[in-house]
């Protein structure tokens, strides 16, 4: 028999994702089958899936946890921003569209049926589903139509767990503000709490967790002390990347607007010898830098203006000048060529725009979107590459002809006379360690480092931890079989 439960949030970064994540883990060396899901979610950080879909990074990771293949039942419904007003719509892995937020707002209690066929077909393998929300159930003017946290968690027949942060403050606030403002239906469907992010000794909270508990009649799950290590997970969300002080080797990452599949970060984050610094708008690019890092982008074009608007390219043109090494992917490589057409609009409005000229090459918005988990290597020294691709548009031109990678047979990728301006197409290549290492190389770092057994070691210390401060016995007791499975 399935059996399922619900991790929502007071708000949006409260730790979901991590905490899902560390109970995927956790029950998964208990002996349980368990597959993570989330009805909806909005993230331009996508991951390609071993059925070949797109889905958020997190689902990703919780899948990695539960030591299950990938697929996009686990993520039915993904929303990648576009602009401040509009999203690609993803429905089960396939692009279905954009949509202004006005028009997904009407329209979105449609989709309810996919989400719902999506966790089904999960409940027909698992022992558990758990499924994180997103954002907070108490934004009552999304509660219509909703299918994101109650609106799902009452339509499966779901139990929720509504975890607070208390590290951003007023946690009590948080979740008995939370239960004040939810239906009664709503309320009846929260079987307990927990609050994360402790910094500190936990039982100077106790007074604090038993108020909570009293308020709103809810047993405490656990008070989770702050999870140092959590920086060495993939993020998903933009405001989980941050700068990270390392060795000498300094890589500058400009933050895009619309910075898409940053993931490319965390294998060089994780490099003791190397420090990656992320450049807000606003900042110039430092001028020590060793590699300047143009990162994907859900709108190449804007994020190119976005980019000259802060000054960066010409940045960029003096770290050239100084004999610094330039990497571009996906979004990034397109925006280091001379132009960029996009005959069609779609990636904005319809037109050709000058790129940063650092590559000989042109790029064309055209054809069908690129989505797919891939096998490469090295071109210069052999070295296996894994990596994935999610892209719009084609990329030719003289300085392809020096193409530094190679996929099923096929040059990829383009490299300056110099040899320090590069890029590709070709997203999470630097989670291959002998690859890794042998471009740090060239920017006089010696890597010794095996980051996938990182990331591995990362969430059994993760579940260790939430088997020490949670009660998880209790947790699983409070799941249910879902009323639709």
């Known amino acids: 028999m399935v059996r399922s439960i619900m991790i929502q949030g007071t708000g949006s970064n409260v730790g979901k994702s991590v905490l899902v994540a560390g109970l995927a883990r956790a029950f998964t060396r208990r002996g349980l089958r368990v597959a ?23 689902q990703a990771l919780q899948a990695r946890a539960a030591r299950r293949a990938t697929h996009t039942d686990m993520n039915p419904i993904l929303l990648k921003p576009e602009t401040d007003t509009g999203a690609q719509i993803i429905v089960q892995g396939q692009r279905a569209g954009t949509m202004k937020a006005g028009d997904y707002r009407k329209d979105k209690s449609k989709l309810l049926g996919a989400a719902l066929e999506s966790f089904n077909r999960l409940c027909s393998d698992a022992d558990l589903v758990l499924i994180e929300g997103a954002g907070s159930p108490a934004e009552t003017n999304l509660r219509k139509g909703d299918i994101a946290n109650m609106g799902f968690a009452c339509a499966a027949g779901v139990p ?31 079987r307990g709490f927990a609050v994360n992010r402790f910094k500190g000794d936990v039982s100077l909270f106790d007074e604090g967790r038993d108020d909570i508990a009293e308020r709103t009649g809810w047993p405490c799950l656990g008070v989770v002390p702050w999870f140092h290590d959590a920086w060495k997970l993939p993020a998903e969300d933009m405001m989980d990347i941050r700068s990270h002080s390392g060795g000498a080797c300094k890589v500058v990452v400009p933050q895009l607007e619309r910075m898409a599949n940053f993931d490319d970060l965390d294998p060089l984050s994780a490099e003791p010898g190397v420090s990656v610094e992320i450049v807000p708008a606003g900042r110039a690019l430092p001028g020590d830098a060793d590699l300047v890092l143009l990162p994907g982008s859900k709108s190449t074009i804007g994020d190119l203006a976005y980019f000259r608007a802060q000054g960066w390219d010409v940045d960029i043109y003096a770290h050239v000048r100084r004999g610094g090494h330039v990497l571009g992917l996906c979004g990034g490589y397109q925006m280091l060529g ?14 050709t725009v000058e790129g940063l000229g650092l590559l000989d090459v042109e790029t064309v918005m055209a054809g069908q979107k690129q989505v797919k988990l891939t096998s490469a290597r090295a071109l210069d020294g052999g070295e296996p590459v894994s990596g994935y691709e999610i892209h719009m548009g084609r990329t030719e031109g003289p300085d392809c002809a020096r193409a530094w990678l190679e996929v099923d047979g096929r040059p990829e990728g ?18 291959s360690d002998t690859f890794r290492a042998s471009y740090l190389s060239q920017l006089g770092v010696q890597s010794n480092l095996s980051y996938e057994d990182g990331v591995e070691d990362t969430l059994d210390a993760l579940a260790d931890h939430l088997e020490r401060t949670m009660d998880l016995d209790h947790l699983l007791a409070l799941a249910e079989q879902p009323k639709r499975a």
């Open 36 to 58: 993570p899901f989330k009805p909806q979610n909005m993230s331009n950080n996508a991951a390609v899936s071993e059925n070949g879909g797109e889905i958020g990074r997190a």
């Open 160 to 190: 929720v767990i509504l975890v607070g942060d208390i590290h951003r403050g007023g946690v009590i606030a948080q979740i008995v503000g939370t239960q004040a403002v939810l239906d009664a239906e709503d309320l009846k469907m929260i």
């Open 338 to 351: 001379k132009t960029i057409a996009d005959p069609d609009g779609v990636d904005g409005r319809p037109g």
């Open 414 to 431: 383009a490299v300056n006379a110099s040899g320090r301006i590069r890029g590709s197409y070709l997203h999470g290549i630097f989670s």
